[in-house]
């Protein structure tokens, strides 16, 4: 059966965004017009996701309010004409069932991967963080190549990587390819946040992963690191040892990540969203002209 189910880890702090995530979730930032999760779960439904089980959190009530249907407003509009203001909630009546279930305690995105276990059961699965977008307004069908991946290779993990500045790879999960690197490579290891010199490659993991059940007793081995967190990307090293087939695949130059878990690359994504506006870009980029 095709994979139509995606986990959408959405249970962290946010401490690098504080003082804006203090009671309001950093996936629902907004970046141009829309907050972060209403890209990434546009990007699950052009990739054929139908099912999204969402990892929530403590102040994190915001993003079921967001994809529930608000009769009232959309009364509201439509008493008032408000016709083109109705449309931009259609994405409320897209066809996906979401369901929520709450990561009690933040103990890190390989934990909060776990909390989905009993509502996964047996299936194949996509695993999306919900700070980050994929292409610009989320235009990127990567989560469909990589689960036609993992379909017809007969992979057990597919993860998603992007080229990364050699002077950065000390803040990722830095892919270890088997062989040469293309658009397509076996993954033989992953190595978290090397040293420059150490870094087998430039390709830092990107927010996008496929995976089979047989993560779920990797990360329940998974022994805690830093902070008592469990990481993802120590599970997938485990089943990669023993000899798992893991694939990764590289995001194209059109298909960049936004990460909007820091100030820095926040306010870069937000600027770019804004200036491809298709009504306020040109204006904003004179404006900007005019700041510079
Ligand atoms: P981060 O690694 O950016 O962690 O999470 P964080 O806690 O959200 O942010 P900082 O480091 O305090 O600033 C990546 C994704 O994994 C989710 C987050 O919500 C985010 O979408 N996550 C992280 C969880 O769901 N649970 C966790 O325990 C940690």
């Known amino acids: 059966m095709p994979i139509d189910i995606a986990v959408v880890p959405v249970a962290g702090h946010g401490t690098r965004l504080l003082p804006a995530t203090k009671s309001q979730p950093k996936e629902m930032l907004p970046v141009g017009r829309k907050p972060v999760v209403q890209y990434v779960v546009e990007e699950l439904t052009q990739a054929g996701i139908r099912k999204l089980l969402f990892i929530t959190g403590a102040s994190k009530t915001s993003i079921e309010n967001h994809f529930d249907f608000d009769e009232r407003l959309i009364n509201y509009l439509r008493e008032t004409g408000r016709e083109d203001e109705l449309q931009q909630l259609a994405f409320e009546r897209q066809d996906i069932e979401y369901f929520y279930t709450r990561q009690r305690r933040q103990l890190g995105l390989g934990h909060a991967v776990l909390c989905s276990r009993s509502l996964i059961g047996s299936q194949n699965f996509v695993v999306a963080l919900g700070d980050s977008i994929i292409g610009i307004n989320a235009q990127s069908d990567i989560v469909r190549r990589m689960t036609d991946e993992f379909e017809s290779s007969g992979a057990d993990i597919v993860v998603a990587f992007e ?124 404006h900007l002209r005019g700041l510079l």
């Open 163 to 286: 080229e990364v500045d050699r002077s950065e790879v000390f803040r990722y999960g830095i892919a270890h390819p088997r062989g040469a690197a293309g658009e397509r490579f076996e993954l033989a290891d992953l190595i978290e946040k090397p040293s420059v010199d150490e870094a087998p490659s430039h390709l830092a993991v990107a927010a996008r992963y496929v995976f089979s059940p047989a993560i779920f007793e990797a990360l329940d081995e998974t022994e805690p690191g830093k902070g008592g967190e469990i990481q993802l990307t120590d599970a997938i090293r485990i089943l990669l040892k023993r000899g798992a087939k893991g694939v990764g695949m590289t995001l194209p130059a059109s298909e960049r990540r936004f990460d909007i878990g820091n100030y820095e690359s926040y306010f870069k994504s937000f600027v770019e969203f804004a200036l491809a506006d298709p009504d306020y870009g040109a204006a904003l980029k004179e």
